[in-house]
């Protein structure tokens, strides 16, 4: 049965989806068609004309009025870009939270009972160009182990309610994702850091212009921001998912370079053929144009993507901007920066992940 103190973010949740159609007296239908129907797939028939989306969003409230959170939980992630809303979101964790604790030692299946797959990385690693491939190129179902602009991923829900193949994008190795297959994508930490620094100062800069010219120059205050968040530093990330694999034997690590190069239909195709996903050339060169099509979009409608020039003249930040894109490290990190991050530990994971042979490197 459901539990009452749900009832005022019910109550939130259907102002929005009355919202969403347009009409209280049609969204008012859906939930109660919903109630009476444990099935998502029973539901869409009757509102055929209605975005997929708010069937979703409406069955999500029908199974918490009945108290059946795992199904309304389950095919959360059909709700898509509703996702996004505070209330939505606090809905979803109340149901979570009468939850038990899943069985980790069995693994997350899609709606046909086959394994997903986990893609983590450290941010700007291109993770966000390797799940555009996936989208495209084998029509792929990405959620996300977090709250975002795409599905959500219940950490409590063992099923999730796409059919094969999924994905769920994560910034943290999990040991709960040890029964299942998981792609780490990584790339060499001092260019990930340079990127990361960009993307979160230009989220920042909007509110709080004079934050630019202080994150300009050195990693200080990007590396104390990281040690607050949940992926924390990226040689603790990377070494996460190295001892993630050498524990559990389930992870394939994907190289950025490899990726992102003339070698990315191979690279991409080797992967997917460990999960018995057949790439084929035709649909990768597809999946890179939607690709290329969905970078120039971030760049155009999200500030933290673009390449507006903002930082000062002659600043590491305005360097790195004008250079081509590539491994820019070595053209702009200082003696100091360089000995920063050898000092927080980043060399032996460095040289672990083949991306610096030499011990000394920080002190050229």
Not at 171 to 198: E, K
């Amino acid at each position: 049965m459901r539990d009452n103190s749900l009832v005022s973010e019910l109550e939130a949740v259907m102002v929005e989806l009355e919202k969403e159609t347009g009409d209280p007296a049609l969204a008012r239908s859906m939930v109660d068609k919903a109630r009476a129907s444990p099935e998502l797939d029973e539901l869409s028939p009757h509102f055929a004309d209605l975005d997929r989306y708010k069937i979703a969003l409406a069955y999500v409230i029908g199974q918490a009025m009945e108290g059946r959170y795992a199904h309304g939980l389950m095919q959360v992630g059909r709700a898509g870009v509703v996702m996004s809303r505070p209330a939505v979101r606090a809905l979803v964790r109340r149901m979570e939270a009468f939850l038990p604790e899943p069985d980790f030692d069995a693994p997350y299946v899609d709606i046909e009972g086959r394994p997903i797959t986990f893609v983590v990385s450290f941010p700007r690693s291109g993770n966000t160009h390797l799940i555009q491939l996936l989208i495209h190129a084998v029509k792929a179902r990405v959620c996300t182990a977090y709250y975002s602009n795409r599905s959500y991923f219940s950490n409590k829900v063992r099923t999730i309610g796409f059919r094969s193949p999924v994905f769920v994008k994560d910034h943290v190795m999990r040991p709960a994702y040890r029964n299942n297959p998981v792609i780490y994508q990584h790339r060499d930490g001092r260019d990930s850091l340079l990127s990361y620094n960009d993307f979160v100062i230009r989220g920042i800069s909007r509110n709080r212009p004079e934050v630019v010219p202080r994150m300009a120059d050195g990693f200080t205050r990007i590396l104390k921001r990281l040690e607050k968040v949940d992926c924390g530093p990226w040689h603790e990330n990377v070494d996460s998912a190295l001892r993630h694999s050498r524990t559990h034997g389930n992870v394939d690590f994907s190289r950025y370079d490899e990726l992102m190069g003339p070698t990315g239909f191979a690279h991409l195709k080797a992967l997917l053929a460990k999960i018995d996903i057949d790439l084929t050339r035709s649909d990768y060169e597809t999946a890179l144009v939607r690709s290329a099509e969905n970078a120039q979009r971030l760049r155009t409608e999200k500030p933290q993507w673009g390449k507006a020039p903002i930082y000062p003249d002659g600043s590491m930040m305005d360097r790195w901007l004008t250079l081509e894109s590539g491994s820019r490290w070595r053209a702009v990190l200082s003696a100091e920066d360089k000995a920063l991050l050898h000092s927080i530990g980043m060399t032996e994971t460095l040289m672990n992940t083949g991306y610096e042979t030499d011990p000394d490197w920080w002190r050229a």
